[in-house]
């Protein structure tokens, strides 16, 4: 995973919101007069409501700073990156950083108008918290066009999955919270396992007998951990080449890269760490639910 490829997926991620402007590596001159390099800059247009009869459009500047630093980013560049932000005038910096941040500069962040990211997921709570209408239109084909806006409010784990349904024909709808895609499950398709078409995320979704929605998801390096064990005769992979496969992912997941897998209890590490096996449950999980979305998707 190359550094680039960071940059590219915060870019790719605010390109998905409705009416936003992205632009990447960006030179402007900011109010000292200084030259200025943006690593990603964006307008959000986000609609003010002054009265019942005026709403006013307003466009949000936010600028990322991406850091290609080799350990987690101190206190001293929040400084900076505000006075960046304040000389350019814009609303919102974000230090984007797959490596994290120190506690002095966690401490330093929300007293000024910077925003700290390790996770592309991140950003959708970001979004959220500055209530950027998620303006998106049905996609079910069945609906009529133009009438179905999504309702978001349906169930947000926002690490995990946003779940909405169409206001007009009610026809689920999940957003990523890992690439920010929004697609459709037909009602055809509720229970079936479908790749999100922004990453390599696998998504399941429908309702319940009393039309409760659920969903379930397993993340791209899950599953590229679970691909891996299952290619061989003995279910497992060994701690070296699960290392290689955390590396080529790794900037998703910060913290315990395989924490996840081993707490839903689809894989387990040998008592002595030397290696990562399937289990039981993991291997009839990728059978019915992996598996098959890889093969629908081809
Ligand atoms: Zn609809
Ligand atoms: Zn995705």
């Known amino acids: 995973?190359?550094?680039?490829?960071?940059?590219?997926?915060?870019?790719?991620?605010?390109?998905?919101?409705?009416?936003?402007?992205?632009?990447?590596?960006?030179?402007?001159?900011?109010?000292?007069?200084?030259?200025?390099?943006?690593?990603?800059?964006?307008f959000l247009p986000m609609e003010v409501k002054l009265s019942e009869e005026i709403t006013v459009t307003v466009d949000i500047h936010i600028v990322v700073d991406a850091k290609k630093h080799k350990k987690p980013v101190e206190i001293g560049l929040v400084g900076q990156v505000d006075?960046?932000?304040?000389?350019?005038?814009a609303h919102l910096a974000i230090i984007a950083s797959p490596l994290g941040f120190t506690k002095g500069a966690q401490r330093r962040a929300p007293k000024v108008n910077v925003a700290l990211l390790v996770v592309t997921s991140d950003l959708l709570e970001m979004l959220n918290k500055v209530k950027i209408?998620?303006?998106?239109?049905?996609?079910n084909y069945l609906c009529e066009e133009g009438r179905g806006?999504?309702?978001?409010?349906?169930?947000?784990?926002?690490?995990?999955?946003?779940?909405?349904?169409?206001?007009?024909c009610d026809?689920?709808?999940?957003?990523?919270?890992?690439?920010?895609?929004?697609?459709?499950?037909?009602?055809?398709?509720?229970?079936?396992p479908l790749k999100c078409p922004g990453c390599d995320r696998i998504y399941r979704a429908g309702r319940d007998e009393i039309h409760e929605p659920w969903v379930e998801v397993r993340d791209e390096l899950d599953v590229m951990l679970m691909a891996a064990a299952h290619?061989?005769?003995?279910?497992?992979?060994?701690?070296?080449?699960?290392e290689?496969?955390?590396g080529r992912t790794k900037w998703q997941h910060a913290a315990g890269p395989t924490r996840n897998i081993t707490?839903?209890?689809?894989?387990?590490w040998t008592a002595s760490g030397e290696f990562l096996c399937l289990t039981e449950d993991g291997r009839e999980d990728y059978e019915t639910f992996i598996q098959a979305a890889e093969e629908a998707s081809q």
């Open 149 to 168: 806006y999504i309702d978001w409010t349906l169930r947000s784990d926002k690490r995990q999955a946003v779940l909405g349904s169409c206001q007009y």
């Open 1 to 42: 995973m190359t550094w680039e490829w960071y940059q590219k997926r915060i870019a790719e991620f605010f390109r998905r919101v409705p009416r936003a402007r992205v632009a990447e590596d960006v030179k402007v001159v900011g109010r000292s007069g200084v030259k200025r390099q943006l690593d990603v800059q964006i």
């Open 171 to 192: 026809v689920l709808h999940v957003l990523c919270p890992d690439c920010g895609a929004v697609f459709v499950v037909h009602e055809f398709d509720e229970g079936k």
């Open 83 to 89: 006075d960046l932000r304040d000389d350019i005038g």
């Open 231 to 242: 290619a061989n005769q003995s279910k497992r992979i060994s701690k070296g080449k699960a």
């Open 263 to 268: 707490a839903s209890g689809l894989m387990q």
């Open 133 to 139: 209408p998620w303006l998106h239109s049905c996609q």
């Open 244 to 246: 290689k496969i955390i």
